[in-house]
């Protein structure tokens, strides 16, 4: 069992239930993590973290437009006196799916927002809590996609491969980067996780990754366990 007792944990974008970041929020407060959870909703954000201490979990809940830069900028401001030494672990859990459709037809629109939710989220949430994560010299656990992964499926899903691949190229820049400063970053490659959303659109009968196979490669990246392990993709599925 991975224990993460007096250790310092935020994940963003898990508020949504029958999703992998309920699941991974869950192992997290099960290990004993203290948990720090930024929603864009802060009503989200708080409930979350309410229903967590009533389990008799330490949680904060955070209100976050992740694609704003001053947005980011000040909640790490907010949270960074909360935590004096410093973050154990992130986990950019914020994102989302949307088909794109045949390139000739695609809509940029539908191209910006996801760039926006999937890879703008995840750089701007790391440029602000790097330095937490130095103190304590935690882990990164970024969500790619097995779509992002070479032979991967990516026929009318451009716009989400293109936003995964650089999640997967951020997070080999900060593995590279941080790597004298005992940060270390890796990458979840999943094919679908079997999640409510996927579930009520693919069926129950498809293949899926189960949440909590997800949740505990999660625990273990960022465990001191995998200590030697950085700047890796890991495909799940």
Same mark, same amino acid.
């Given at each position: ?5 007096? *250790? ?8 949504? *239930?029958?999703?992998? !970041? ?9 290990? !004993? ?33 992740? /694609? ?17 030494? @410093? ?7 914020? @994102? !989302?799916?949307?088909?794109? @459709? ?17 890879? $703008? ?25 097995? &779509? ?6 990516? &026929? ?19 593995? &590279? ?7 270390? &970053? ?10 409510? /959303?996927?579930?009520?659109?693919? !069926? ?8 909590? $196979? ?7 990246? /960022? ?6 392990? /950085? ?7």
């Amino acid at each position: 069992m991975t224990d993460f007792s007096g *250790k310092v944990v935020l994940v963003t974008g898990a508020g949504r *239930k029958g999703q992998v !970041g309920e699941a991974v929020v869950d192992a997290f407060a099960a290990s !004993g993590a203290r948990l720090i959870l930024i929603e864009r909703s802060l009503e989200a954000a708080q409930a979350h973290a309410e229903a967590l201490r009533a389990r008799g979990v330490q949680a904060d809940g955070y209100g976050c437009d992740l /694609t704003d830069s001053d947005a980011v900028t000040a909640v790490a401001g907010r949270i960074g006196p909360t935590v004096p030494d @410093g973050l154990h672990a992130l986990v950019p859990l914020a @994102g !989302g799916f949307e088909s794109s @459709g045949r390139v000739a037809d695609s809509s940029p629109e539908v191209w910006h927002r996801q760039i926006a939710i999937n890879v $703008t989220t995840a750089y701007l949430t790391t440029r602000a809590f790097l330095p937490l994560l130095r103190t304590a010299r935690g882990s990164i656990v970024y969500f790619a996609s097995a &779509a992002a992964l070479p032979g991967g499926a990516v &026929a009318e899903l451009s716009a989400y491969a293109v936003a995964k691949t650089g999640v997967l190229a951020l997070m080999r820049a900060v593995a &590279a980067e941080e790597r004298s400063s005992g940060v270390r &970053a890796n990458a979840l490659a999943p094919t679908s996780i079997r999640t409510a /959303t996927n579930v009520a659109s693919m !069926g129950t009968d498809a293949r899926y990754v189960e949440r909590e $196979t997800v949740a505990q490669w999660v625990l273990y990246l /960022t465990d001191h366990s995998s200590g030697p392990v /950085t700047g890796q993709a890991f495909k799940l599925g």
